[in-house]
């Protein structure tokens, strides 16, 4: 028996797939494309086995039929001729990259497994190319593809690399190791480091203790000779493997390998072999045990039987395949902490990731880093941190010095206008949208902004300094400060539930008058017994992060509909960190089938070798009744629920607006389209950096 939102569907439902083919059935026409034909078949409730012939393996029969989707209708009833055509070529896309797929890789698997052929596919094509208007779910320490930090580390003689668990022998050692990084001071630098080097610790060597440091620079060096070495004595000695690893494989890939979630993993986490990784509350306890359980839920923020609701929980074996999915990834982003926090690399992240908002088609963006005492980023040498304040300036001073080479902000640091105004100066509007039109300039990015962020395992103290260390970044930023939230694991089992910093949070309302709004992670769990939603409901969130649990909460899902709060939905994210193995059985469908507004994101991308793009690919392929205007109201959404202003929101829809018309639907059917200016901007962007640093240093 299948389930939407608490309503049953029936099991003859199912069985809808084994009708026979009817090619006189109404909705079939040979004008329209043969892909819409299917399309008609199926919604007519009629999909045979031959349509698993001519879409082999995009839905695997056995499932329950994908949802209806109502929620795109408004845009296509208002869409253009164009508009239609080019959702007809999306659909034959779809249709020609069925061909990449087979048995063992269904269309809608899981994206770590299929990732190498989604890259050759024509959708992913027209996503990159599809204006995504607003990001808004974005973990800034893990935005762009590992190889940038691990590239500027290389240029720092200071930056020291070690092995937290395993020596580096055996393949095993090389696959299960944890890595980390760690820029030291240079003045605790010996003098001659070659001595160093030559004497310290090596991880190749059978010698090495965990924890101890090897200078990056050093190791990669030694990379090239041991695995010559190894490689030269390696020994054949029948079925029998060797006990060192002949790494036959460079330095960097192995690196990025340690960062990005591997198939391998992905088999490991869905295995259902896999050993649970949660420990069972016993079946019987003393009333004593029960009372003292109670209790420590209690005084952690827990509803008071937790432990037997996640006992009894139906989804007990996705929570267990989520918290191995959970110990990789935080493994993942310790080894990300030491390549990002110097000031070097975090100023180059800064700026490059600016740089892929332009590449990857994003209008306004809003980046969530992390500010704590203990996790501030480093000075160059080692010598000391930047506080939080600090670190807002930095991101501040990169993001308007990025914004006034890539010519969208003045040299007063005011953005440039794009709005258009007839000769009286009054807004001119089109006439079928009721958006305002363009002057002419096409920004290459509308605005980005900061989105406060501590761990959700701080104590209810140092939540308390964060939240008012955020207001004073509000009122010295207050065009940068986008609201606030807590970031880690939520299941039960960590700390801490929202609920437990409920006061906290109602005074931080009041303090801020309002003007800070709450854009809580919550419902990243398959059925939220830990009571997320339902607290972010009651403290009036603005926005929901991944909100995967809603569909389980019905009631909530209702009242969170009727508050227009949106949902930024992670589709990628939730399938690494084990929600789902595969698309087609993602819950943003049944959101979407409530019409609850959503938005799409790409969350921590690096780790999972993702963009945002492969995000709006995946949405696509999933349900076979989403579509091109899906896309279209998705990304609206996202600029309808993003913290800006009427100013700033009426800046970004004009020119996602343009981008949409001008560019991307003519592109998709063929026609001549200019190069994008933003992108020659973009080409430009150093040499207009070093233009103006030298003349601030005349200045000076």
């Given at each position: 028996?299948?389930?939407?939102?608490?309503?049953?569907?029936?099991?003859?439902?199912?069985?809808?797939?084994?009708?026979?083919?009817?090619?006189?059935?109404?909705?079939?026409?040979?004008?329209?494309?043969?892909?819409r034909?299917?399309?008609?078949?199926?919604?007519?409730?009629r999909?045979?086995?031959?349509?698993?012939?001519?879409?082999?393996?995009?839905?695997?029969?056995?499932?329950?039929?994908?949802?209806?989707?109502t929620?795109?209708?408004?845009?296509?009833?208002?869409?253009?001729?164009?508009?239609?055509?080019?959702?007809e070529i999306?659909?034959?896309?779809m249709?020609?990259?069925?061909?990449?797929?087979?048995?063992?890789?269904?269309?809608?698997?899981h994206?770590?497994?299929?990732?190498?052929?989604?890259?050759?596919?024509?959708?992913?094509?027209?996503?990159?190319?599809?204006?995504?208007?607003?990001?808004?779910?974005?973990?800034?320490?893990?935005?762009?593809?590992?190889?940038?930090?691990?590239?500027?580390?290389k240029?720092?003689?200071?930056?020291?690399?070690?092995?937290?668990?395993?020596?580096?022998?055996s393949?095993?050692d090389?696959?299960n190791?944890?890595?980390?990084?760690?820029?030291?001071?240079?003045?605790?630098?010996?003098?001659?480091?070659?001595?160093?080097?030559?004497?310290?610790?090596?991880?190749?060597?059978?010698?090495?203790?965990?924890?101890?440091?090897?200078?990056?620079?050093?190791?990669r060096a030694?990379?090239?000779?041991?695995?010559?070495?190894?490689?030269?004595?390696?020994?054949?000695?029948?079925?029998?493997?060797?006990?060192?690893?002949?790494?036959?494989?460079?330095?960097?890939?192995?690196?990025?390998?340690?960062?990005?979630?591997?198939?391998?993993?992905?088999?490991?986490?869905?295995?259902?072999?896999?050993?649970?990784?949660?420990?069972?509350?016993?079946?019987?306890?003393?009333?004593?045990?029960?009372?003292?359980?109670?209790?420590?839920a209690?005084?952690?923020?827990w509803?008071?039987?937790?432990?037997?609701?996640?006992?009894n929980?139906?989804?007990?074996?996705?929570?267990?395949?989520?918290?191995r999915?959970?110990?990789?990834?935080?493994?993942?982003?310790?080894?990300?902490?030491?390549?990002?926090?110097?000031?070097?690399?975090?100023?180059?992240y800064?700026?490059?990731?600016?740089?892929?908002?332009?590449?990857?088609?994003?209008q306004?963006?809003?980046i969530?880093p992390?500010?704590?005492?203990?996790?501030?980023?480093?000075?160059?040498?080692?010598s000391?941190?930047?506080?939080?304040?600090?670190?807002?300036?930095?991101?501040?001073?990169?993001?308007?010095n990025?914004?006034?080479?890539?010519g969208?902000?003045?040299?007063?640091?005011?953005?440039?206008?794009?709005?258009?105004?007839?000769?009286?100066?009054?807004?001119?509007?089109?006439?079928?949208t009721?958006?305002?039109?363009?002057?002419?300039?096409?920004?290459?990015l509308?605005g980005?902004?900061?989105?406060?962020?501590?761990p959700?395992?701080?104590d209810?103290?140092?939540?308390?300094?964060?939240?008012?260390?955020c207001?004073k970044?509000?009122?010295?930023?207050?065009?940068?400060?986008?609201?606030?939230?807590?970031?880690?694991?939520?299941?039960?089992?960590?700390?801490?539930?929202?609920?437990?910093?409920?006061?906290?949070?109602?005074?931080?309302?009041?303090?801020?008058?309002?003007?800070i709004?709450?854009?809580f992670?919550?419902?990243?769990?398959?059925?939220?017994?830990?009571g997320?939603?339902?607290?972010?409901?009651?403290?009036?969130?603005?926005?929901?992060?991944?909100?995967?649990?809603?569909p389980?909460?019905?009631?909530?899902?209702k009242?969170?509909?009727?508050?227009?709060?949106?949902?930024?939905a992670?589709?990628?994210?939730?399938?690494?960190?084990?929600?789902?193995?595969?698309?087609?059985?993602?819950?943003?469908?049944?959101?979407?089938?409530?019409?609850?507004?959503?938005?799409?994101?790409?969350?921590?991308?690096?780790?999972?070798?993702?963009?945002?793009?492969?995000?709006f690919y995946e949405?696509?392929?999933?349900?076979?009744?989403?579509?091109?205007?899906?896309?279209?109201?998705?990304?609206?959404?996202?600029?309808?629920?993003?913290?800006m202003?009427h100013?700033?929101?009426?800046?970004?829809?004009?020119?996602?607006?343009?981008?949409?018309?001008?560019?991307?639907?003519?592109?998709l059917?063929?026609?001549?389209?200019?190069?994008?200016?933003?992108?020659?901007?973009?080409a430009?962007?150093?040499?207009?950096?070093?233009?103006?640093?030298?003349?601030?240093?005349?200045?000076?």
């Open positions: 028996m299948g389930h939407f939102c608490g309503l049953p569907i029936k099991d003859s439902d199912a069985d809808q797939h084994e009708k026979p083919f009817d090619d006189s059935s109404p909705g079939s026409s040979k004008s329209i494309h043969p892909f034909q299917i399309f008609n078949l199926i919604m007519a409730g999909p045979p086995k031959s349509v698993y012939g001519a879409l082999p393996y995009r839905f695997r029969p056995g499932l329950r039929p994908p949802v209806q989707l929620f795109q209708d408004a845009m296509e009833k208002s869409a253009s001729l164009e508009e239609r055509e080019a959702m999306i659909n034959g896309y249709q020609d990259d069925e061909r990449l797929y087979s048995a063992t890789h269904p269309i809608t698997g994206f770590s497994r299929n990732v190498d052929i989604i890259e050759k596919t024509k959708l992913l094509e027209a996503a990159r190319d599809a204006p995504k208007a607003a990001h808004l779910h974005i973990h800034f320490n893990s935005t762009l593809l590992p190889e940038f930090l691990l590239g500027v580390a240029g720092m003689p200071n930056m020291y690399i070690s092995s937290a668990t395993h020596k580096l022998r393949k095993d090389f696959d190791c944890e890595i980390v990084f760690t820029l030291r001071d240079v003045k605790a630098q010996p003098k001659d480091l070659v001595q160093e080097d030559k004497t310290g610790p090596n991880l190749f060597q059978d010698t090495y203790e965990p924890a101890q440091k090897m200078r990056y620079q050093y190791f030694m990379w090239t000779h041991e695995r010559d070495r190894r490689q030269k004595s390696a020994f054949k000695n029948g079925s029998r493997k060797p006990k060192v690893w002949a790494m036959d494989m460079d330095c960097d890939a192995w690196l990025v390998s340690k960062l990005i979630f591997s198939r391998r993993e992905i088999d490991q986490i869905f295995d259902p072999a896999a050993k649970p990784s949660i420990e069972r509350v016993p079946e019987l306890e003393t009333e004593e045990e029960e009372r003292a359980r109670q209790k420590k209690k005084e952690s923020g509803p008071k039987n937790i432990d037997l609701d996640f006992q929980s139906q989804y007990i074996n996705i929570r267990e395949r989520a918290t999915a959970w110990e990789r990834f935080n493994g993942r982003t310790r080894m990300m902490k030491g390549l990002f926090n110097y000031e070097r690399a975090f100023r180059a800064t700026r490059k990731c600016l740089e892929e908002f332009v590449m990857e088609n994003v306004y963006a809003e969530r992390n500010f704590m005492k203990n996790n501030q980023v480093l000075r160059d040498d080692g000391g941190s930047a506080n939080n304040f600090e670190v807002m300036e930095m991101v501040v001073d990169e993001y308007e990025f914004m006034k080479d890539i969208d902000m003045d040299e007063n640091g005011q953005i440039k206008e794009n709005r258009a105004v007839d000769e009286l100066g009054n807004p001119v509007y089109a006439p079928d009721g958006i305002r039109l363009s002057n002419g300039h096409a920004p290459s509308g980005m902004k900061i989105i406060y962020c501590t959700r395992s701080f209810k103290d140092k939540v308390k300094e964060a939240l008012e260390e207001i970044m509000k009122k010295r930023w207050p065009q940068y400060i986008a609201g606030f939230d807590l970031v880690g694991e939520e299941a039960y089992g960590k700390p801490y539930p929202l609920s437990y910093f409920e006061q906290e949070f109602k005074q931080f309302q009041e303090d801020c008058q309002g003007e709004p709450f854009l992670h919550c419902g990243e769990t398959p059925d939220d017994i830990e997320n939603l339902d607290c972010a409901l009651r403290l009036n969130s603005k926005r929901i992060g991944h909100g995967y649990a809603l389980e909460k019905p009631d909530i899902l009242r969170m509909k009727a508050q227009n709060i949106c949902v930024e992670c589709p990628i994210s939730n399938m690494v960190l084990g929600l789902t193995e595969h698309m087609d059985e993602h819950r943003i469908y049944d959101l979407l089938a409530h019409e609850v507004h959503c938005t799409l994101n790409s969350d921590n991308g690096t780790l999972f070798r993702s963009t945002l793009s492969h995000d949405v696509m392929i999933g349900n076979r009744n989403m579509n091109l205007f899906g896309w279209r109201q998705l990304a609206r959404w996202s600029i309808d629920h993003a913290c202003t100013d700033e929101r009426e800046r970004v829809l004009v020119e996602w607006e343009r981008r949409w018309k001008q560019e991307f639907i003519p592109g059917l063929g026609k001549p389209v200019r190069r994008p200016v933003r992108l020659d901007r973009l430009k962007i150093e040499k207009n950096r070093l233009k103006r640093q030298n003349q601030f240093r005349t200045k000076v």
